[in-house]
């Protein structure tokens, strides 16, 4: 994100997720760019590929993300995630 800026990287991941098979792989997929994005954002002062990813891993288990349930099924439940739906 920091080497385009936040804009454009979000713009790109919205052109890329449009072409997307199933609606709701669609909206979770977009739903978690969107968290990356603010967590980014959020954190631009002394920003570090290792801070970030620690905090992406906490929305993770916190529940802030996304993810389908059953997981092998791309039309099943947009549910929250959890330290269980990391993978």
Request: charged fraction near 15%; aromatic fraction near 8%.
């Amino acid at each position: 994100s920091y080497s385009f800026g936040i804009q454009l990287a979000r713009e790109l991941g919205i052109a890329h997720e449009a072409n997307g098979d199933y609606a709701n792989k669609h909206q979770m997929d977009l739903h978690n760019n969107e968290v990356g994005f603010n967590i980014a954002q959020n954190n631009e002062a002394g920003f570090n590929w290792g801070n970030f990813t620690n905090l992406a891993l906490s929305a993770v288990s916190n529940g802030t993300c996304r993810r389908i349930s059953p997981p092998d099924n791309p039309v099943g439940l947009i549910i929250p995630t959890d330290q269980t739906g990391r993978r």
